[in-house]
Nanobody, 121 residues
Framework: QVQLVESGGGLVQPGGSLRLSCAASGSIFRINVMGWYRQAPGKERELVATVTRGDSTTYGNSVKGRFTISRDNAKNTVYLQMNSLKPEDTAVYFC???????????????WGQGTQVTVSS
């Protein structure tokens, strides 16, 4: 069984910074892509950022230049450094991993439970 556990959310003032972490554990053969998505109340879940095993990154337009995603393959962990936070960044942030749990399995999506980020003065 695979688990993704997020940490690092909280309340921050506009212009502030937060760092999210997500650690994958359990029966893991290989993690291809790790990423972060977010969902604000009344809105659809949207891409924040993804990073491949080879460190190729993708960012949502609204966070480019402010957020940085990185990963530690040895620890099966992905990080999201969020700077210059705005009230519109307020959302539940979900960790995602596209991974194989065995040599013969196909890649599947796995999700964390989510961590709340609130940007408010």
């Amino acid at each position: 069984q695979v688990q993704l556990v997020e940490s690092g959310g909280g309340l921050v003032q506009p212009g502030g910074s937060l760092r999210l972490s997500c650690a994958a554990s359990g029966s893991i053969f290989r993690i291809n892509v790790m990423g972060w998505y977010r969902q604000a109340p009344g809105k659809e879940r949207e891409l924040v950022a993804t990073v491949t095993r080879g460190d190729s990154t993708t960012y949502g337009n609204s966070v480019k230049g402010r957020f940085t995603i990185s990963r530690d393959n040895a620890k099966n962990t992905v990080y999201l450094q969020m700077n210059s936070l705005k009230p519109e960044d307020t959302a539940v942030y979900f960790c995602n991993a596209l991974m194989r749990v065995s040599f013969i399995s196909s890649p599947n999506d796995y999700w964390g439970q989510g961590t709340q980020v609130t940007v408010s003065s």
